[in-house]
């Protein structure tokens, strides 16, 4: 399982939306096709819900599952399709 710790995007100790945006941009989404990622939230600061948003749209274009939390209590955010041969 991937990780994508939300403590990288921080900018000056805050996820600023601008600052954010751009670093989700050049995040190499390669990496997590076809895998499961897990998204680790910081203790430390409060995250937006858009945060979250943003880099699941982003990470959902490639990967095959998306969940939230600690590996232990993830929580499943989001699931490929398989695609049916009808």
């Given at each position: 399982m991937?990780?994508?710790l ?8 805050i996820?600023?939306e601008?600052s954010f ?5 050049e995040?190499?989404?390669?990496q997590?096709?076809n895998?499961?990622v ?11 819900t858009?945060a979250y948003?943003?880099l699941t749209?982003?990470?959902?274009q ?8 600690e ?7 989001y699931?490929?399709?398989e695609?049916?041969?009808?």
């Amino acid at each position: 399982m991937e990780t994508v710790l939300l403590d990288d995007f921080l900018d000056e100790g805050i996820i600023r939306e601008k600052s954010f945006r751009r670093q989700v941009d050049e995040l190499e989404l390669d990496q997590y096709k076809n895998k499961k990622v897990i998204i680790k939230g910081c203790a430390s600061v409060t995250v937006p819900t858009w945060a979250y948003l943003i880099l699941t749209a982003q990470l959902a274009q490639v990967a095959k599952k998306i969940y939230y939390g600690e590996p232990r209590y993830a929580v499943k955010i989001y699931s490929k399709r398989e695609k049916r041969d009808d």
